[in-house]
């Protein structure tokens, strides 16, 4: 943080808006800005996809021999797909930045994230499952 | 992995990276109207005037970026076509807020139907 403050920023470079960020550097080859903006629009997909998933397992499922585990399911994943929401704009900006100023691209936390997520949501669901078939 | 140069331009893939771009949000656009009809369905059993409000915003959030994305894609192919540097830019951030705010109204409206139940 305190190298940021040394560049005059008082906000971390992602939480700029977008066109903040495109005054920041020199434009990149078009063709790794629509990169960048088509890995964004994965995750918000992906975003999406698990709130639609947590929507459906409270609306749609039957209720599991466990009372409110469907409900912890689908709470579960909702939350999940916030977090990838902002978490993907996240990326997509320090991505973007890192474009501009020709500086090594970014590793993104999202993918252990999810992976741990959904891992965790269908091994409860497993157990929940198992339980009720028990 | 560094950033690329801005001297690497390969303009014979161009149009495929306008139409892989388009189609992208395509998808996008579908799976934004989809979960608004999902919503739209949670929200059958309740009488709250507000409770209709997150399936109506995601399915016009989904005609908006099919639309939009019809309308950018001639503009993206050109820009390619001309080499030009920088891509049109669309709001990103919006998209990215309309999702949590989706995902927060959807909390509340499932919170609301099982305390309802």
Do not use: C
């Amino acid at each position: 943080m305190s190298e940021r403050r040394a560049e005059g920023r008082s906000w971390p470079g992602w939480w700029r808006p977008p066109k903040a960020i495109r005054s920041v550097g020199e434009d990149p080859d078009y063709r790794f800005t629509l990169a960048n903006e088509r890995t964004f629009l994965a995750w918000i997909r992906t975003s999406l996809a698990l709130l639609a998933g947590g929507v459906a397992v409270i609306q749609l499922v039957p209720n599991f021999s466990v009372p409110a585990g469907r409900h912890a399911l689908g709470f579960t994943l909702i939350v999940l797909s916030i977090v990838v929401a902002t978490g993907s704009y996240r990326h997509w900006a320090e991505s973007e930045m890192a474009l501009r100023l020709r500086r090594p691209l970014p590793p993104s936390l999202l993918p252990p994230i999810i992976g741990a997520g959904v891992a965790v949501v269908s091994l409860v669901a497993l157990i929940l499952v198992a339980v009720g078939a028990a | 992995m560094t950033a690329p140069g801005p001297d690497r331009e390969h303009p014979a893939d161009a149009p495929d990276v306008s139409e892989r771009t388009y189609l992208a949000w395509q998808r996008t656009g579908l799976s934004f109207a989809a979960l608004g009809a999902l919503l739209l369905h949670a929200a059958g059993g309740m009488h709250h005037p507000l409770a209709s409000l997150p399936g109506i915003a995601g399915l016009v959030a989904g005609g908006v970026i099919l639309l939009r994305a019809l309308v950018r894609y001639p503009r993206l192919a050109a820009a390619a076509r001309a080499r030009r540097r920088a891509a049109p830019p669309v709001p990103l951030a919006g998209v990215a807020v309309l999702v949590v705010a989706l995902g927060l109204a959807a909390l509340a409206l499932l919170i609301s139907v099982a305390s309802q139940g």
